[in-house]
């Protein structure tokens, strides 16, 4: 790793500090950092490496200040610049003029400056093509050679594309990955692993679809447009793997409780009339005591009410 590639990194993880504490009294420090990035000469590649670019945008979302978020906005629209223009490796905090001499005719397009662009990537290189989106975030573009005629695959990337579609709600500073691009790879990545539109190959383009379609779990698809979960990955993610955090959460909780009714289940228990059903407020209750942690540790208690049948761990 290059010293400026280092030099990135660390001043990303004060920020990242900063972005967590959602503190205004570290406004000053933020602004020294972002004021010390402007003195780095920071390439395309940089940028791709250390993510500064995300960084700095969520710093410019979590502080008010003025200051920082006029100089973030500054920062990352001089860094978009790179992206479409790869080749340029100079640093991109130069002037007006200096930019103007660089890139030659780019004067003549300072018109369409102020709609949102996209790049193309083909594989590793980058071209210097741009298309405009209307009414939406830029769209990073990346190419795939999977075209085909086949029905059936055709119209599950459709099915993908749509369940990938952007929101309204979605930053428009925010450059994303675009929807059919995308679908075209999740779709060739599985069909790779099935070489066939069988029914195991529709049951995992169903599951991706339903799961990035999911209201309830929206940092899945939001996480694969911005490319933090690329398209390889998502093809073969696990149900658990793509649930929601309130899902998982859910699914642990049962797993307890039915490894608890299994040790219960398991001896026939005491029954006793010195406990009381917090439910029911009846004393006709069965109680096991189950060795859960290690052997130093007291055992652990679980009362079921004959009553009502509720299961509680006795305290």
Known sequence: MSTKEEDVFRIGKKLEKIISRKDSSSCAQALDLLKALQTIPITLEVLQKTRIGMTV??????????????????????????????????DTNKSETDQQKTNGSEGDKSSNDSKPKLTVFIGNNTTNSTKTTPNGPPFRQTSFPADTTNSVRLKCREMLANALKHEDSYDADETLFAPEELAKQ???????????TNMKYKNRIRSRVANLSDKKNPDLKLNVLRGSIRAEKIANMTAEEMASKDMKDLRQKFTKEAINDHQMAMTSGT???LIKCPACKKSNCTYNQVQTRSADEPMTTFCYCNECGKRWKFC
Not at 186 to 196: H, N, P
């Open 57 to 90: 945008n969520n710093l410019r979302k979590s502080i008010s200040d003025d200051d920082v978020v006029s100089l973030s906005k500054s920062l990352i629209k001089s860094w978009k610049k790179l992206l479409s223009d790869p080749n340029n490796k100079s």
């Open 186 to 196: 999740v779709e060739e990545y599985v069909y790779r692993e099935f070489r066939d």
């Open 271 to 273: 029954k006793t009339d």
